[in-house]
């Protein structure tokens, strides 16, 4: 799940808010809705029920940016229209990668990229970078 915008847990009097570049991989149970604050935000939720078989990357790009792959196999799926190497990839669609060279990725505007590849989830970088990400301000649990 990449996101620009606010989720609202149970109970119902708190919001956890994402700002610009926040992204979890967990799902959280007692969550109702996630939904985009800010004008032309980027929500994205992504992934497959069983997680034992499926590890996942997220990819942040302010700008245009060179890539490299997990490896040859991975599914990439950009939140916005953007360039890989030469090839045009459009928002939400799976893009399969059948090499491991690093390429350039070209970029609008700020995207997300979730890159699946197969293998175990790494959980503790899941739950590390969510706290570090709370840290840094860019997901914040208020009242509402």
Sequence with gaps: MAALGRVTPKPAH???IYHNGAYTHMRMPGICRLTS???????????YDNLATTGRKV?????????????VGSIIV?????WYHQTKLVQHF????SETSTVQITVDKPTVIVEFYEGE???ESFTTTWMEQIE???IEIVNR
């Design 14 to 16: 708190l919001s956890i």
């Design 59 to 71: 990819h942040f790009l302010q700008e245009s940016d060179s890539f490299t792959p997990q490896g």
């Design 37 to 47: 604050m800010e004008a032309g935000g980027l929500i994205a939720c992504s992934g």
């Design 121 to 123: 989830p790494d959980v």
């Design 78 to 82: 950009p939140m916005h229209d953007c």
């Design 94 to 97: 799976p893009f399969p990668i």
């Design 136 to 138: 840094e301000g860019l």
